[in-house]
């Protein structure tokens, strides 16, 4: 079975600068995705990035970077220059490839102080 | 509609009562999942619908858990006899087709059993 492993319940950033939130996977598959999802206040869950397994680059969506490991299994998310808006539950997610089974982590909570 | 929606956004129910919930997906997508999330957790899979084909009921933690899908758009989501540990956000989400597809979510319902 898979599983995602966030460890870092709360984290907490000054505006404009950078944080890194965790995750960790444990899995023996070998195609698979790995997703960010953003969950603010609203309820709404947005997606941040997507990773495929198979690619080597990091994905990249303005702000929101990733580091993907995956012989470590870590699929870490990079906020740069943190807005106040970024504040939110961060949520890992894995889904393996051509599945609908997609597992999520217990979410980190960021906050954004001005 | 431009994106899943989801009623009612709060529902507070006495114990013993049935309640039912409702999702409307993006229109074209063919895929339909619910979860639960519990205060301060991640998401917990309940059931998915993929067009015609039987519901992967695997999530549901009970018999008093049902949903269904008609005209492979709208979902309903029945919880019988309410219990206090059924009080959760519900949230249902949509994607294009089953696999590896990013999933879009809902606002999700705030169900409280009292």
């Known amino acids: 079975a898979q599983t995602v492993t966030q460890s870092q319940p709360e984290m907490s950033v000054q505006e404009a600068e950078t944080v890194t939130l965790s995750c960790t996977y444990d899995t023996s598959e070998n195609n698979y995705y790995l997703f960010w999802y953003k969950q603010p206040p609203s309820r709404q869950m947005i997606l941040v990035i997507r990773q495929e397994a198979y690619k080597q680059q990091n994905a990249t969506e303005n702000r929101f970077s990733v580091n993907f490991q995956k012989a470590a299994k870590s699929f870490s998310l990079k906020i740069s220059d943190s807005q106040l808006g970024d504040t939110a539950m961060y949520f890992c997610a894995f889904m393996k490839h051509n599945t609908n089974d997609m597992r999520f982590g217990a979410g980190t909570r960021l906050t954004v102080k001005p | 509609g431009a994106g899943v929606s989801q009623s009612p956004s709060n529902k507070v129910t006495e114990k013993g009562k049935d309640v039912e919930l409702r999702c409307d997906p993006i229109?074209?997508?063919?895929?339909l999942y619910w979860y639960r999330q519990s205060l301060g957790q991640g998401l917990e899979f309940l059931i998915y619908f993929q067009g015609n084909s039987a519901p992967d009921k695997s999530g549901l933690p009970s018999d008093r858990f049902s949903a269904e899908r008609t005209g492979g758009s709208v979902s309903t989501l029945t919880i019988q006899r309410t219990q206090q540990e059924d009080s959760a956000v519900y949230l249902c989400a949509s994607s294009f087709s089953s696999h590896s597809e990013e999933q879009y979510f809902g606002p999700g319902t705030r169900l409280t059993v009292t």
């Open positions: 229109s074209g997508h063919t895929a």
